[in-house]
C-alpha cells in the first residue's frame, strides 16, 4: 500500500499530547522538475505582498485569473495573476521598466505591478473585493 501525504505550501505544526509532530510536505519525483503554474503564483505573491495583504492578493488573483500566470483578458488588454490592464496603466507600467505587455506574464513582475497599483488605489483597480 502506497501512503500519499497532502501537499502543504508551508510546513505544519500539529501538537499532539506529549509530542510534536512536524508534518513536511511529500512531492511526487515528477513534480520536483518544476513547479506548477499556481504553485508559482503563490510563491510570487507570496514574495512580493507584505503579510498583512497576503491572503486579500491571493484571493483577488484566483477571483481574476484562477492563479494563472499567463491568463489573458479583457478582449486581449489584461495579463497575468491579478490582470493588469496594460493600456490604462502603460504609464505607471513604463515606469517600472516594463517595455512589453509579455513581461506581465512574469508572476513577480505581474505581482510587483498588482502591489502598486493596491497601494496607489486599493482593491479598486479590480473592481472585486478579496
Not at 121 to 126: E, M, R, S, Y
Amino acid at each position: 500500500m502506497r501512503c500519499s501525504l497532502p501537499r502543504l505550501s508551508r510546513p505544519a505544526v500539529i501538537l499532539v499530547p506529549a509530542l510534536l509532530v512536524v508534518a513536511v510536505s511529500w512531492v511526487a519525483p515528477h513534480l520536483l522538475a518544476s513547479e506548477t503554474p499556481q504553485a508559482d503564483a503563490l510563491a510570487a505573491i507570496r514574495q512580493v505582498w507584505p503579510e498583512e495583504h497576503e491572503t486579500a492578493a491571493i484571493s483577488v488573483a484566483y477571483k481574476e485569473s484562477g492563479l494563472s500566470p499567463t491568463a489573458r483578458g479583457c478582449n486581449g488588454d489584461c495579463f497575468g495573476l491579478f490582470q493588469i490592464h496594460y493600456a490604462a496603466n502603460q504609464r505607471l507600467i513604463a515606469s517600472m521598466g516594463i517595455t512589453r505587455p509579455e513581461q506581465l506574464f512574469d508572476p513577480v513582475i505581474n505581482s510587483t505591478v498588482a502591489y502598486r497599483l493596491f497601494r496607489e488605489a486599493g482593491w479598486t483597480p479590480w473592481g472585486v473585493k478579496p
